[in-house]
């Protein structure tokens, strides 16, 4: 069900802009798992104080989707996990050209095995920490099971950074909450791993 907004909700929202030339099929799988990622994570839906987050509108151009939140200090902490989720996309295209480097030194499949192993493992225990860490900053109070789904959301969000998705906070926005949020600049790392690399989580 859709609700009118006045200008004094423009701060209370989040705008994410699709990938350039994005066609329908994929237009429907970011929404879709915007949609998982926002709405069915126990950890978001908290944040968000037990409401969905809403599609305000859609603008041309480039496609921007508007998304509507319930507090203003709620989009604060998304700019903490979209920090959060750009630091698993860098440390998985890390982890992954080292990989490759292995490979092609023709290192034994056991021991390439393990290593990627071990390097899922920490990249996971860092990303349970810091997602601790953004529970306790914001007085969130997650439990180890929501703490747990934010870690899965941030994973999957990090995936669709990779894919080309930006999401930012508002114009209206305070400069705490903007502060909050990541430069989503192009790294060259990025540029090179997206001709490498296939898209981050589509592995195992």
Known sequence: MSREFSPKDEENQINIKMPDNVSLAELSEYISE?????????????INENNDFTLKRVDSGSVWLIIAVSVAAAVA?????????????????????????????????????????????????????????????????LNHEEVSSLVIGT???????????????????????????????ASPLLKAAKLLLPPVGDSE
Do not use: H, W
């Open 155 to 185: 994973e999957k969000l990090a995936n669709l950074l990779f894919k080309g998705v930006e999401i930012y906070a508002s114009l209206e926005a305070s400069k705490i909450t903007t502060d909050a949020f990541p430069k989503q600049e």
């Open 34 to 46: 915007l949609d998982c990622i926002f709405n069915k994570m126990q950890a978001m839906r908290k």
């Open 77 to 141: 902490t998304i700019g903490k996990i979209v920090t959060l989720s750009i630091y698993v996309k860098k440390q998985r295209i890390e982890n992954d050209i080292m990989l490759q480097k292995l490979r092609a030194l023709k290192s034994g499949a056991d021991v390439i095995e393990n290593i990627a192993r071990e390097l899922s493992e920490k990249l996971k225990e860092d990303c349970t920490q810091k997602a601790r860490n953004i529970s306790d900053e914001d007085g969130l109070s």
